[in-house]
Structures are given as structure tokens and as C-alpha cells.
């Protein structure tokens, strides 16, 4: 009875210790945006149960797409980001790229893609690759971000 005993007494402290996050609601609605000249599919990530604390632009990188920052974009979105995922407009072009993404900070400000508008102090940007040098190059051209 003793080792019954134990036995439950050991599984319950083992089942407490395990204790699994649930993820925020996060809602996902992919636009069309004019960047850079071309039309592109734009993901917009947003929180669903409370305002936002700001937007996260996200650049991917060489030869990739807006689906290579998903995972990103709900983890940013679940914490109260709004995450904006753009299609590059271009596989080669990093200044073309820079400029496009400068434009859609701009559009943001405006209020596009379904967002109200967003003053650059609360807009970020973040880009892996090829996408970091496409954010580098926009950050240079904003002050204030």
C-alpha cells in the first residue's frame, strides 16, 4: 500500500511540474500592398484579445518568402505586437528591397493594411539576410524609428 502510495504521490509532483503555455489569439489576414513598384502579399498578424503595443515589420531573407517569418509573426503577435510580413519585392535588389520596406513604414504611419495609424516611434524593424540589409537601408532613411 506504501508503494501505491508513493507511486501516486511521485506521478503527481511529475504532472505539476509539467505545464504547458497556451498562446495567445492571434488572427492572420494576408492584403495586397504596392511596394517597391510591384504588388506583393502582405501577412498582418494581430493580437486578438488586447491592443497592440506597437507594429514589428519583418523582412525575410534572399530567395525566401513571408511565410519564412510565421512562426515570428504569432509568437510577436501573442505577445502584442502587430507583425507585418511582406513578400520582398525583389530576390537581388537590396536597395530596391530598403526602399520598399521605407514605403511601407510610411503607408503605416498612414494607416494601411487594415491598421490604424501607427506613429514611427512605435514601428520596429526586423529582418534576417538579405531582409537585414533591406531594414538597415529603410532605418536609414527614418528618423525617429
Same mark, same amino acid.
Request: aromatic fraction near 2%; charged fraction near 15%; charge should be negative.
Given at each position: 500500500?506504501?508503494?501505491? +502510495?508513493g507511486?501516486? $504521490? /511521485?506521478?503527481?509532483?511529475? %504532472? !505539476? @511540474?509539467? &505545464? ?6 492571434? #488572427? ?22 488586447f ?16 511565410? +519564412?517569418?510565421?512562426? $515570428? /509573426?504569432?509568437?510577436l503577435? %501573442? !505577445? @502584442?505586437? &502587430?507583425?507585418?510580413?511582406p513578400?520582398?519585392? #525583389? ?14 513604414v ?18 520596429v ?10 531594414t ?7 528618423p525617429?524609428?
Amino acid at each position: 500500500m506504501n508503494l501505491v +502510495r508513493g507511486l501516486v $504521490l /511521485a506521478a503527481c509532483f511529475l %504532472g !505539476a @511540474g509539467v &505545464v504547458v503555455a497556451q498562446p495567445a489569439p492571434v #488572427s492572420v489576414v494576408t492584403e495586397t500592398a504596392a511596394l517597391g513598384g510591384e504588388d506583393v502579399k502582405v501577412d498582418v498578424y494581430r493580437p486578438q484579445d488586447f491592443d497592440s503595443v506597437g507594429v514589428a515589420v519583418l523582412a525575410h531573407g534572399f530567395t525566401r518568402d513571408r511565410m +519564412r517569418d510565421r512562426d $515570428l /509573426a504569432q509568437a510577436l503577435a %501573442g !505577445a @502584442g505586437i &502587430v507583425a507585418v510580413a511582406p513578400d520582398l519585392p #525583389s530576390a537581388v535588389n537590396s536597395l530596391g528591397n530598403g526602399d520598399a520596406v521605407e514605403g511601407l513604414v510610411a503607408d503605416l504611419e498612414r494607416g494601411a493594411l487594415g491598421l490604424p495609424p501607427t506613429s514611427r516611434a512605435r514601428i520596429v524593424l526586423i529582418g534576417t539576410s538579405a531582409g537585414g540589409l533591406a531594414t538597415v537601408i529603410a532605418a536609414s532613411n527614418l528618423p525617429g524609428l
